[in-house]
C-alpha cells in the first residue's frame, strides 16, 4: 500500500511547484539582443581588425514594460580565444548569463540589471582590453565608445556608480584593470581568475613556450603541438598578449616584441618589451592609480587553487598583498576549482557570488 502524503508535504510541495513555474514565466521575459557598435578608435591597426564590434546586451525582464525605470549595467568581458557568445550560448538553467540572470532575478537571489558583453576577440585571439599600436585601441573603446553607445541606447544609470565591470581570465585581468584607471566610469570591479595580472607560475622565463615563440615564422607555426607546448595554447597566447602589451607594428608577422630573449641558452628579459609588459601588469597599475581605486565602491577577485595557467593563482595573491600595502579595500578568494569549472550552474560563482556582488553594490541595487 502506497503512504498518503500529509497535508503538510502536499502544500509544500504545491508551493515549489508554484514557485518553479513562476520563475519559468518571469524568466521569460528577459530580453537577449544582439547589436553592433563602431570603433573609431579601432580604426587604425596592422593586424586587420574589424572596427564593427558585436555586443550581446541583456535587457531584464521588467524593461520592456517599465519605460520610466533605470537600470545599472553590468559590463561582463570574455576570455582569450572567445566571444561575448561563450556568455550567451550555455544550454540549460544556469548555463548562460540570460538564465542566470533570470533564474536568480525569479528567486529573488539579486534584481535586474542590463549586461553588456562585447566581443573583443582578435585575430590573434584577444585584445586584453588594451591599447595597442598593433591591434587597435581597444582600451579607448570600451571605456569611451562602448558605454556611450550603451547609454545613449538603454536606459542605463549612467553614471560610475551605476556600473560596473566584470570579466573572466583575459577578461578578468581586462575589468581590473580598467576599473583601476577609470573609476570615474565603472565603481565595482570582478575579475575571475584574472590572467596575466603578473609574473609567477608558468609566466616567466622557465616557461619553453618563449624559446620556441622564436622559431616561428606563421600563425600555423605557434598552433603546431611541440614537445615543450603539448597543447600549443602558450605560443599563440603569448603571442596575443605581446601584441597587446609589447606591439611592434613594424615587426611582422606578429607585429610585437617579447619579452623574453635567448642568452647562452638560457631565456633573459629583453627590453624594452619586458619593461612595458611590467607597466601594464596590475600591481604595478594599482601603485599609479591607487587614489582613484580607493574610490571603487567594490573591488573583488578570485582563482582556483587547481588553475592550469598556475600564473594565476600566484599572480593573484602577489597583487593581493600590494593591495593591502597600499591600503586599498578588496576582497581576494582562493576556492577548490580550476580556471572554468566553477563558473556555471546553480551553486556555480556567477550566480552565488558575481552577479550578488554587483547587485549588492551598484546604485539601484543594495547600494543606494
Known sequence: MKPKLS??????????ALALAGAEAHAAGGQLVRIVVHGRSLETNVTGESSDRNVSVYLPPSYGSNPGRRYPALYLLHGIGDTDEIWTSGAGPWQSIVSVMDLGIAEGRYGEMIVVAPDERTRWFGS????????????????SELVAHVDRTYRTIAS?????????SMGGSGALRLAMKHPEVFSVAYGMNPAV????????GENPAFAAIRAATSFDDLTKPTPEDPRSEYK?????????????????PFF????????????????????????????????????GLRT?????????YDDRFTHIPVSCRALSAELSALGVPHVF????????????????????????????????????
Open 236 to 252: 599563440a597566447g603569448l603571442v596575443t598578449v605581446a601584441q597587446a602589451f609589447s606591439p611592434n607594428p613594424s615587426k611582422p
Open 296 to 304: 571603487l565602491r567594490g573591488l573583488r577577485f578570485d582563482s582556483g
Open 256 to 291: 610585437a616584441d617579447m619579452p623574453f630573449d635567448v642568452e647562452n641558452g638560457r631565456l633573459v628579459p629583453s627590453e624594452p618589451a619586458h619593461g612595458k609588459w611590467d607597466q601594464v601588469l596590475l600591481a604595478n597599475v594599482a601603485r599609479r592609480h591607487q587614489d
Open 160 to 168: 560610475a556608480g551605476g556600473r560596473g565591470i566584470a570579466g573572466h
Open 7 to 16: 497535508k503538510i508535504c502536499v502544500l509544500a510541495c504545491t508551493a515549489m
Open 128 to 143: 586584453f582590453y588594451v591599447d595597442s599600436a598593433a591591434t587597435g585601441n581597444w582600451e579607448e573603446f570600451t571605456v
Open 197 to 204: 595580472a603578473g609574473w609567477g607560475g608558468d609566466l616567466t
Open 333 to 368: 578568494e582562493e576556492y577548490n576549482g580550476d580556471h572554468t569549472n566553477r563558473m556555471w550552474g546553480r551553486t556555480g560563482r556567477m550566480a552565488t557570488e558575481v552577479i550578488p556582488y554587483f547587485w549588492m553594490l551598484l546604485e539601484s541595487g543594495g547600494g543606494t
